[in-house]
Structure formats: structure tokens, C-alpha cells
């Protein structure tokens, strides 16, 4: 996978938004509801088809004052893939 050219975005059937209840942000979507942590919710907030994943790694690891996020990102937005959260 070549991280460089890659704008990850939700997929257009999923939703994400804060669920006070939850207490939580969560990924809606017709069949139901995904509660994320706050880790796959930072991430996928980034993800909006505008920005690089390179782009989205610096970001985060700026904002949390972090080094050496990517793999770990790779890996979620891989896996966000396989259940067609990301497109």
C-alpha cells in the first residue's frame, strides 16, 4: 500500500459523530452502531478523503506529542477497510 497517495475517507453509508450517551465517538451507519475509542475516533476524524494518510500520521502525531504512529495507522485504517468503514 502506498501511503503517500492515499486520501482515506469515510465510506458514504457510515456517520461519524459523538454520542453523549456513549459517552463516546461512534460510527452510524443503517445496520447500527460501531462505538469507537478514542484512538480510532482521532484517526477517522482525520479521514475525510482531503488529506494524505502521511498527512494524517503528522497530525497526529503532533497533536498528541507522539512519534512513530504510522504503522499503528496503517494497521487501523486497514482494518477500517476490511469492515468498509474507509474507502
Same mark, same amino acid.
Not at 501511503?3 to 459517552?23: G, K, M, N, S, Y
Not at 494524517?56 to 477500517?80: K, R
Given at each position: 500500500? %502506498?501511503?503517500? !497517495?492515499? &486520501? ?5 453509508? =457510515? @456517520? ?6 456513549? %459517552?463516546?465517538? !461512534? ?6 452502531? !460501531? /462505538?469507537?475509542? @478514542?484512538? $480510532?475516533?482521532?484517526?477517522? /476524524? ?17 497533536? =498528541? ?8 495507522? %496503517?494497521? =487501523?485504517?486497514? %482494518? $477500517?477497510?476490511? &469492515?468498509?468503514?474507509?474507502?
Amino acid at each position: 500500500m %502506498d501511503t503517500i !497517495v492515499e &486520501h482515506p475517507r469515510l465510506a458514504r453509508l =457510515f @456517520r461519524l459523530q459523538w454520542e453523549p450517551v456513549q %459517552d463516546a465517538y !461512534v460510527l452510524l451507519y443503517p445496520e447500527g452502531m !460501531v /462505538k469507537l475509542n @478514542r484512538s $480510532a475516533a482521532e484517526i477517522l /476524524k482525520r479521514c475525510d478523503g482531503s488529506r494524505p494518510l502521511v498527512e494524517i500520521v503528522a497530525q497526529l502525531e503532533s497533536a =498528541f506529542g507522539a512519534t512513530g504512529l504510522a504503522s499503528d495507522v %496503517d494497521a =487501523f485504517i486497514a %482494518d $477500517a477497510r476490511r &469492515h468498509g468503514w474507509v474507502v
